[in-house]
């Protein structure tokens, strides 16, 4: 069981639009800033969104995220079959002094 | 080019020991917090264990605490996870993970580059 709450599943059409949630605590979200990564099939993660909703260069702007309290949300627009892959949330947890992924999201495009 | 790669990953029987290796290149390392993030199998990111840019300052997840240990060689830009007493519970891709530059308030729990990892596979 995450410390994070992520949606295990979402799919939507290509063109559409998709929102990711994140939800978390005072201890987490609350207190710090969320990434999200991006992980599709067989490759390794890569960074989508840090410190709430900034977006390294190379990261198209169909991405962005905010925050509200003790949740986050991720959104996508003009979904691509490209975009199929798992999409994760992150950030710090003060309570547990640890770092703390949501369980991960996986994103079909159909 | 940010690169990071890792080595040292295998089979071993629960008890044993594997030191996983990352070289990396194209940054600055002594400026940049680093991590190893592990995912077993069809699972999600599990977050291993951080440290500072200096080596001063380390951290880890409860399941690895007292068994792991991660260390940073900055002649060598390489960053180290010695992995003893293993169980079956350690077993997925290591992923070596670049943090954040060590000024940023978040260094140590942002991930800006990764690896393509290493697997490692622990049986009884």
């Known amino acids: 069981q995450s410390v994070l709450t992520q949606p295990p599943s979402l799919s939507a059409a290509p063109g559409q639009r998709v929102t990711i949630s994140c939800s978390g605590s005072t201890s987490n979200i609350g207190s710090n800033y969320v990434s999200w990564y991006q992980q599709l099939p067989g490759t390794a993660p890569q960074l989508l969104i840090y410190?709430?909703?900034k977006r390294p260069s190379e990261i198209s702007d169909r991405f962005s995220a905010s925050k509200s309290g003790t949740s986050a949300t991720l959104g996508i627009t003009g979904l691509r079959t490209g975009d199929d892959g798992d999409y994760y949330c992150a950030t710090w947890d003060r309570s547990l002094n640890v770092v703390v992924f949501g369980g991960g999201t996986k994103l079909t495009v159909l | 080019q940010v690169r990071l790669v890792e080595s040292g990953g295998g089979s071993v029987k629960t008890g044993g020991s594997l030191k996983l290796s990352c070289a990396v290149s194209g940054f600055t390392f002594t400026d940049y917090y680093m991590a190893w993030v592990r995912q077993a199998p069809g699972k999600g990111l599990q977050w291993v264990s951080y440290i500072s840019h200096t080596g001063a300052y380390t951290n880890y997840a409860d399941s690895v605490k007292g068994r792991f240990t991660i260390s940073r060689d900055s002649a060598e830009t390489s960053l180290s996870l010695q992995m003893n007493s293993l169980t079956t519970e350690d077993t997925g891709v290591y992923f070596c993970a670049r943090g954040g530059v060590y000024y940023d308030s978040s260094a140590y729990f942002l991930f800006t580059s990764w690896g393509q990892g290493t697997l490692v596979s622990v049986s009884s």
């Open positions: 410190d709430n909703h």
